[in-house]
């Protein structure tokens, strides 16, 4: 259970990252709202679940999951540049958090 909020948690990340980029520099009230939303239920849900889980991992899966999320919706929604070595390394990303998960052992 720790370690699906972990990655519900990443995914959250993902959201408040676009949402701060959407705000403007926070001059947009509801991407600003979201950007509000999104960090505080993603930092809320890492912090239950680091009451099971070690640090280093549960961290690193949660950055690996917003990272990769974040860099795959600009690509596919905000017009970022799409390129064989982004995603190759977004690749690598995903297969680090899926072995940090597994290494993970919860208390």
Do not use: N
């Amino acid at each position: 259970m720790a370690w699906l909020l972990v990655v519900v948690a990443g995914l959250l990340e993902t959201g408040f990252a676009v949402c701060l980029k959407l705000s403007h520099g926070f001059s947009r009230l509801w991407p600003t709202v979201a950007f509000c939303v999104f960090a505080l239920g993603s930092f809320g849900l890492l912090t239950l679940s680091l009451k099971k889980l070690d640090v280093g991992p549960a961290y690193a899966v949660w950055t690996g999951i917003g990272a990769a999320g974040t860099a795959i919706y600009g690509m596919i929604f905000l017009g970022d540049l799409v390129s064989t070595l982004k995603i190759v390394s977004i690749s690598f990303v995903i297969i680090g958090v899926i072995g940090l998960q597994l290494s993970g052992s919860a208390h």
